[in-house]
């Protein structure tokens, strides 16, 4: 099996040099996935996976826009539109200086998966730029995203590629996005998710990452007779996903005792109360700070600069901020410190040493694409809510965000359990391949 898996590895990386971010996660998806390959006369032989990693396409285009100074900046924009075998292409969009081909790869891939597992029927994409939303002016965001959507908008529409947010593009760049989308085409669709809830967009999308997180791993504590009561928490990041994760895991009674954000972390020996969460968001989403600001009101807590969180004595960590966040040394303090739970919100923020040890060690595990699927799943109850022209309560999509969590779950119990130990990582891969390789054998090779 050993030599399958690694001649495979082989091809693949000799077509995908220096990215990677992009060969880590096929790794991950093909050590699970080629052993059910191979037990599975229906799949066998057909090259399904090495089909699912190549892109059905990729965009690359210039960005040019006027900056406050007047000077002329150029960015360089993508979409990465990786596989439509269930649905039109799906995931959102990165603005952040680190973003490239190999991290977008990545990210689509990833998102194939993951959009399978939430049962709707979506493909998978990711796209972004390079450009670095923090310390910009809100014109100086809006020209860049006008410029960024003047190209992209021939490659997307509502039953084409429904882009959405990610790190760096929130509310107000979805609106920009939206805004020179609609002029462009003269039509006011459906075409992005995490739109304003007053122009088409769906309640309950921005919490839907963040709440999704803790339902899952609520789910994984149930399993076990556990559940979040009293249990201390440790959150990274303290954008979308992370402030929501935090809020969900309060109203659950739990105890969340950090957020951070690149500049460091930002710890309260007590727990966060509801007002001091508020504080975070108003920090991060009013005033565009850094954590540390917290401080001026809370002297009390203690930040620590340009250091991970991962040292904190807890029972639950929830990375929320980015990718390979958690390292092998990061898993291996968390286990000694007493941390016997992992759910991942960001995408594949922890290394694949950090998931080796977990497993090793029995810590319950959830990856990104089972955990993080609600964000996606709430994009597509949108998508449904567009189609319709009709939006539902509050109350009615947390139900189906907290239903679809459920069954992700399940279906991750159905593929992956072990001896007296749930790996949720195989079940995901697996649960997610198996829709997704069904509508590629059907549709022919193509
Ligand atoms: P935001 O931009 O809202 O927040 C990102 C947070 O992560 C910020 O606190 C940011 O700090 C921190 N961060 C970013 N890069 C680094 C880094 N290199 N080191 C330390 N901290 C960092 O993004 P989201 O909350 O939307 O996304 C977070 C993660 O969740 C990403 O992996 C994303 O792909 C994933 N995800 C998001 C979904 C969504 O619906 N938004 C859906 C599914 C997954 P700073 O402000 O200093 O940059």
Redo the contacts with the bound molecule.
Sequence with gaps: MEKIINSFLKEVSSRNQNEPEFMQAVTEVAENVIPYIVQNKIYYGQNILLRMVEPERVLSFRVAWIDDNEEIQVNRGYRVEMNSAIGPYKG?L?F?P?VNLSVLKF?AFEQIF?NSLTTLPMGGGKGGADFDP?GRSDTEVMRFCQSFMTELFRHIGPNRDIP???????SREIGYLFGQYKRLKNEFTGVLT?KGTSWGGSLIRPE???YGVVYFTEKMLENQGNSFKNKKVVI????????FAAEKCLSLNAKVLC?????GYIYEKEGFSKEQLSHIMEI?NIKRG??QEYQKKYPKAIFEANK?PWGIVCDIALP????N?LTFSDAKLLVKNGCFCVGE?????STPEAIKFFYENKIFFAP?KAS?????AV?GLEMAQNSLRYSWSRKEVDEKLKKIMADIHKSCLEFGSEKEYVNYVKGANIAGFVKVAEAMLAQGVV
């Design positions: 959102g990165r952040h680190n990210l993951k923090k959405a947010g990610d790190i760096g593009v929130g995490g839907a990452t963040g990274s990041g303290s954008g979308n996903v992370a402030q957020m951070s954000d690149s500049s991060k850094r954590i991970k929320c901020a980015t990718q966040e919100g960001a995408n594949m923020p990104g993080n699927a609600g964000g996606v994009s």
